[in-house]
């Protein structure tokens, strides 16, 4: 059903031109075709196809097309635009065997237009909005001239202080491998040879989310059980999808980089999972082996990577300088190289360009008049995904929705800010076009209410972290603190709010503090937002915050002042009317959390699926002599699927159609869900499992499957769950997959944390 699905939102996305296209003279099987050309190639020719230039830093333009003509460049990536694109496409046609370039870009949640970040898409749980995403997205970046995207990102991450965290799609394993088959199907549709779509490039293999300390870049040291438990499976699942590509991460593993990493690469990707694809370094990781204390030189970094299956270099000079020479001495033998070559050209081959390098380029005559015209945005799915992707965390009194005949103070350094609603690598996303929630309010009440808008306090006070954010994330002005004493915007946000009947206070971090290179020691809201909350909470005015993250952030004391709180990411270009629809009612908010939120730093790791221990705490119980913090509550402040809607909604009882469960046979759960309240909405029903007694520790519970269901005010549905054998097989000590007979507890519920229990046996 999903992939019809998915099919169904390929064709409506694009003109019926794009399906009905077939190659007017068919080409050699893919294989044939290779080594036919691989056979007329010089080494030198090969050598350049293994580079992939990145535009913005690697040489000058003219030069980039000078070496594409002379053929010895495979790839580049940072080039955004058809016109930009077709003069290097015309230079590899003025090659010697006219091999054509492949255009790649970050095309993470969105290329024009910007859907919520990554993180923000998995709290939808619903596998059909996150698809409309990945098939605009798709759709968008092959109109700009665009073949591959360096997505989706799906490491797994259960340290918060990462900045990157912002990018994936959250801590369970199961729910990031829906999504990450999702998303791969949504960029490539039927084929990535087809115009309207592009070749995914999953990334950052392997383990990248599992980072020490949650410093970016940083050492993973991991025992192979959770390796191929909890980190592994969602890059498989990208690959059992069909990604064409693969990017590899920066980080090593057990001391070992991932770019030099023969077990990883070959082993495991290629032989274990039969990987095919091509494989990418990340931007300069060949060199950076040599850091990394695995390589004396450039020599020994591009010798090592090549061996251990990396196919093309980004961005580092080493391949295309030491190649010749290591082929000559022998250290590399010709397989190494050719075995790379195939797969670049294979990949150019899958995304259509042998066929047509001007697949999705065009002619000059069409290109658009204004890149960035209105008219080339996909307004009403941005709008239609982000409110999906809000999740209601506080409602306390039934203080939202909000009426729109209300006098409304809005406060907060993120309420007005265009740039901060498109997040982390948001592509070619203008801020400009992008929705505030000050703007998003405004057109929501039209006359009939007011909002008085005051700043209120800058992101930070600190001049060191808005000097950093500027630099590491834009080279411009990211970050422009408003240079009135703190105390002074706080006094004109508190006369705000004195006048209004509600304050909706749009605080958290901005789009550079949850960003590549941006780990944090706190997950606080910054010390001058806090006063601002502070403040406002004094006045005594219905408090709403509106939160604005790339990670869970611990705002035990801010959600403990506010009347309702609102989680709403950094949702896209459309943000700020989503948020209007979220808040007035327009929309039932049914977001759930895909990443537990803790109540401070001090609790991470935070993830609800953590192992059995033999002195668990149990609440409502001593503590002593039993895993806990003497010095704070031990649950999270939210836990992982998680969100409140503006009804209610009640699960029955649920029950299994067998107590015993054969090898090799099924059985279901049932449980009936109401929607108990008076208002239309949605809600996900989630099914997890337990292994009560196994070979080795399991977790207290993992998510299995889960299913959102609408429901009309009074209407109740049934929802059944199939289990089968498959879904209760782990890695064993041995790292065999496979399920043990015993007695395996299934909980049912609405997050994790307050579920119904049943119980049966594998026989």
């Known amino acids: 059903m999903r992939n019809l699905c998915l099919l169904g939102l390929a064709i409506s996305l694009a003109s019926p031109s794009v399906w009905a296209q077939t190659p007017t003279a068919p080409l050699p099987p893919k294989d044939v075709f290779v080594a036919d050309l691989m056979k007329q190639m010089t080494e030198a020719e090969k050598i350049g196809q293994l580079r992939l230039i990145s535009i913005a830093t690697d040489m000058p333009r003219e030069l980039i097309r000078k070496e594409i003509a002379a053929g010895h460049i495979g790839g580049t990536f940072n080039s955004v635009t058809r016109d930009e694109n077709r003069p290097m496409q015309d230079a590899a046609m003025r090659s010697r065997l006219k091999i054509p370039m492949f ?10 237009t910007i859907f919520p970040i990554s993180l923000g898409l998995a709290a939808s749980w619903d596998m059909d909005a996150i698809a409309q995403s990945g098939r605009v997205s798709a759709q968008e ?25 912002s990018e994936g799609f959250g801590e369970d394993t199961y729910l990031v491998s829906r999504i990450a088959d999702v998303m791969v199907k949504a960029y490539q549709g039927l084929s990535p040879a087809l115009p309207g779509n592009i070749m995914a490039s999953v990334k950052h293999f392997a383990l990248y989310g599992a980072v020490e300390g949650g410093r970016d870049y940083n050492i993973v040291d991991m025992s192979p059980t959770r390796m191929f438990q909890d980190y592994l499976p969602p890059y498989h699942a990208a690959i059992k999808a069909g990604a064409g590509g693969v990017m590899v991460a920066l980080n090593s593993i057990n001391g070992v980089p991932a770019t030099s990493n023969m077990w990883l690469m070959q082993d495991l990707l290629r032989k274990d999972w039969g990987f095919k694809g091509v494989a990418i370094s990340d931007h300069g990781a060949i060199i950076e082996l040599i850091k990394h204390g695995v390589a004396k030189d450039n020599r020994e970094a591009a010798k090592l990577a ?45 995304m259509g360009l042998f066929a047509d390098p001007y697949l ?26 982000a409110r999906k992707s809000l999740v209601l965390l506080k409602n306390n009194n039934q203080t939202l929705p909000l009426k729109k005949q209300t006098r409304i103070a809005l406060v907060g350094p993120l309420a007005n800010s265009k740039v901060d609603m498109l997040g982390s690598w948001s592509g070619a ?73 509600v304050v ?69 270009t459309e943000g700020g009317n989503a948020i209007a629809d979220v808040l007035f009612g327009d929309y039932n908010p049914s977001g759930k959390l895909p990443i537990t939120f803790p109540r401070s730093v001090g609790q991470i790791p935070s993830y609800y699926s953590h192992l059995s221990i033999g002195r668990p705490f149990t609440p409502g119980k001593p503590g002593n002599y039993t895993s806990q913090y003497f010095d704070a509550e031990n649950s999270p402040l939210y836990p992982f699927g998680y969100g409140l809607s503006y009804t209610d909604f009640s699960l029955s009882p649920f029950t299994l159609s067998s107590k015993t469960l054969k090898p090799g046979g099924t059985l279901t759960a049932s449980v009936t869900v109401k929607n108990t309240g008076k208002r239309d909405g949605e809600t996900v029903v989630q099914l997890y499992l337990r292994d009560v007694t196994a070979s080795m520790a399991r977790p207290v519970k993992e998510l299995k ?18 289990l089968s054998e498959d879904d209760l097989k782990f890695y064993n000590a041995q790292l065999k997959y496979a399920a043990e007979p015993g007695e395996f507890d299934v909980q049912i519920g609405l997050d994790s944390q307050n579920v119904q229990q049943n119980s049966f046996e594998l026989l």
């Open 705 to 722: 499957n889960f299913e959102k269901v609408m429901l009309k005010a009074g209407e109740q549905k049934v929802v059944r769950f199939t």
């Open 504 to 572: 909706v206070a749009v605080v958290g971090e901005s789009r550079g503090m949850s960003h590549e290179s941006s780990s944090r020691t706190s997950l606080d809201i910054p010390d001058s937002q806090r006063a601002l909350i502070s403040a406002l909470k004094a006045t005594g005015k219905p408090l709403v915050l509106v939160l604005m993250n790339g990670r869970p952030l611990s705002i035990e004391q801010e959600q403990a002042h506010a009347d309702a709180v609102l989680e709403t990411w950094f949702s896209g």
């Open 306 to 350: 090549i061996k251990a299956g990396i196919d093309m270099s980004m961005n580092d000079k080493a391949y295309g300088e030491e190649l010749p020479g290591l082929l000559k001495s022998g250290e590399v033998p010709q397989s190494d190289l050719d075995n790379a070559v195939r797969e670049v050209l294979g990949a150019k081959y899958d």
């Open 103 to 112: 255009f790649a870009y970050d095309v993470i949640h969105g290329h024009r």
């Open 429 to 501: 996303g203008v801020p400009a076009q992008s929705v505030t929630v000050y703007e998003g309010l405004q057109k929501a009440m039209g006359q009939q209410g007011s909002v008085t808008y005051a700043r209120g306090a800058n992101i930070s006070d600190d001049p060191k972290i808005a000097e950093y954010l500027n630099h590491i994330n834009t080279g411009g002005i990211d970050v422009n603190n408003d240079p009135r004493p703190a105390q002074t915007m706080i006094d004109e946000a508190v006369k705000a709010a004195q006048h209004a009947d």
């Open 141 to 165: 970046a092959s109109a700009d001239g665009i073949d591959m995207t360096f997505a989706p990102m799906v490491d797994i991450a259960r340290d918060p202080r990462w900045g990157r965290t």
């Open 360 to 385: 999705r380029i065009g002619k000059a005559e069409d290109d658009p008049a204004d890149t960035n015209a209105e008219n080339r945005l996909h307004r009403q799915e941005a709008r239609d995904v």
